[in-house]
């Protein structure tokens, strides 16, 4: 079977059923009722695709509002495919509309095209490519859709609370060739019960996300400040960033705006939080000195926790990475810095951890998942590099990665792609897109794996 060709016949179909995917605003919400406990919209893209699988007649299975499966083919073992249908906020910086779907020089431009929504419209086309060649199923295949990837995989606790464990699974939702290695990722919380006051600094706002490079952050200060105004215009300049200064009845405000970027590599952003904090922590005295000076002193030009003492890599996963995602500081109520570890395959977590100590901040850590590690000998992984290579032509090599895919809750898993090497990687950037060429080429590679992995040759 051509594969790639039988892609191209649905391409059609496969962007206009990315495009419907997109229009679904479905990021993590406060607006929940008791069948949408992560929103309305999260909710809604789930729903699409179990209705998508009753009419293409797959057996489908909503799983507590928050998960759901499409299953096809027989046989004891089964063969998960794992994608999400949630994504992270907006943020700013778009040219293109988030939700729209715009289809521009090879692109399809939104929210959720290349995570992860793109790809597992491919993996979907490719599911249905197999099952329309009309050959036997040895295993059972099962397309499972999660809605809190990009938060805490609480839709995956849930699903396998009930659901069988698949014997063997992807995710299409990192890089190709295949991922065998998942750093571990923990959030770190840095906080203090004695930084509340300040004479000028009244709060200190950046980010939202732990995954996310912040990219604006916001200081209000008491006074005109008016001196400082030329100061951090030029210091905006300096830093290759924009800024803005407002004045509201005795008190300024100062916002500056970085680059949003994926947690797993914080240097491809710029974290607008740590720099407002390099730009204040000159200019201020007393507790918020100390909170500034403390997040640029630790976290400016330093994400692999040098600073900190916390820097570790090995051969298998590389380097530990640290992304300070969450920055706030309110006078009179809160200091805190919550912080994105993605440490490597071999790190002695526990160790390290519980030796360390803050003079004026006190660590705790907020959750913890440990690396995830399958055998590259494995005949799985032989059998996907083997797809991989006979619909590319390209070696099927290993990689190492530091972000968090549905993975690390399989017994054995991969992340499968669906980033091409040599691809920019513009998840939870601004004007996220996926190249149509190569969404195809995918879906292809999909087809290919599904076919060898659980069908009658």
């Not at 793109?118 to 599911?127: E, K, Q």
Request: charged fraction near 25%; charge should be negative; glycine fraction near 8%.
């Amino acid at each position: 079977m051509d594969w790639l060709l039988e892609a191209n016949k649905r391409k059609e179909t496969m962007l206009r059923e990315l495009q419907e995917l997109v229009a679904i605003p479905s990021v993590l919400s406060d607006d929940t009722t008791p069948t949408a406990p992560f929103g309305k919209e999260v909710k809604q893209a789930l729903d699409w695709f179990l209705k998508k699988g009753k009419t293409q007649g797959y057996s489908v299975k909503n799983v507590g509002d928050i998960a759901g499966h499409l299953e096809i083919g027989q046989g004891e073992e089964l063969l998960g495919i794992l994608g999400h249908v949630d994504v992270v906020p907006v943020g700013s910086g778009w040219t293109k509309a988030p939700f729209g779907g715009e289809i521009e020089n090879g692109r399809l431009y939104g929210r959720g095209t290349i995570d992860d929504k793109g790809p597992t419209i491919a993996a979907w086309t490719a599911l249905n490519m197999v099952k329309e060649a009309g050959v036997e199923f040895t295993k059972r295949v099962r397309l499972i859709i999660g809605t809190d990837e990009e938060s805490e995989f609480r839709c995956m606790d849930r699903y396998f609370k009930t659901e069988e464990m698949p014997s063997i699974a992807f995710t299409p939702d990192a890089d190709f060739p295949i991922i065998n290695a998942e750093k571990g990722i923990a959030t770190l919380v840095f906080s203090t019960f004695s930084m509340h006051e300040d004479a000028i600094l009244e709060s200190f706002i950046a980010g939202h996300r732990t995954n996310m490079v912040p990219d604006q952050a916001t200081a209000i200060l008491n006074g005109q400040l008016a001196e400082w105004q030329e100061d951090f215009k030029a210091f905006c300049k300096e830093h290759n960033v924009t800024g803005v200064v407002e004045q509201h009845n005795g008190s300024t405000e100062l916002t500056l705006n970085g680059k949003s970027a994926h947690a797993m590599e914080p240097e491809d952003g710029i974290n607008a939080g740590v720099l407002l904090a390099l730009f204040l922590k000159d200019r201020l005295e007393g507790d918020g000195q100390k909170f500034v000076a403390f997040v640029a002193d630790t976290f400016y030009q330093d994400s692999r926790g040098r600073k900190l003492g916390l820097e570790f890599m090995d051969e298998q996963s590389g380097n530990t990475t640290f992304n300070a995602g969450i920055i706030r500081f309110e006078k009179k109520k809160t200091a805190m810095i919550t912080v994105s570890m993605r440490y490597s395959i071999s790190y002695p977590f526990e160790e390290k951890i519980a030796a360390y100590r803050l003079k004026d901040f006190v660590l705790d850590i907020a959750s913890n998942s440990p690396p995830h590690y399958v055998d590259g000998n494995d005949p799985f992984i032989k059998t996907l590099q083997n797809a991989y290579e006979k619909q590319t032509g390209d070696k099927a090599d290993l990689l190492a990665i530091g972000g968090g895919t549905y993975a690390r809750v399989l017994d054995k898993g991969v992340a499968f792609g669906m980033l091409f090497p040599g691809e920019p990687d513009v998840a939870h950037q601004a004007d996220e897109f996926v190249d149509i060429d190569n969404l195809v080429k995918a879906t292809a590679i999909y087809a290919e794996a599904i076919y060898q992995l659980a069908c009658k040759k």
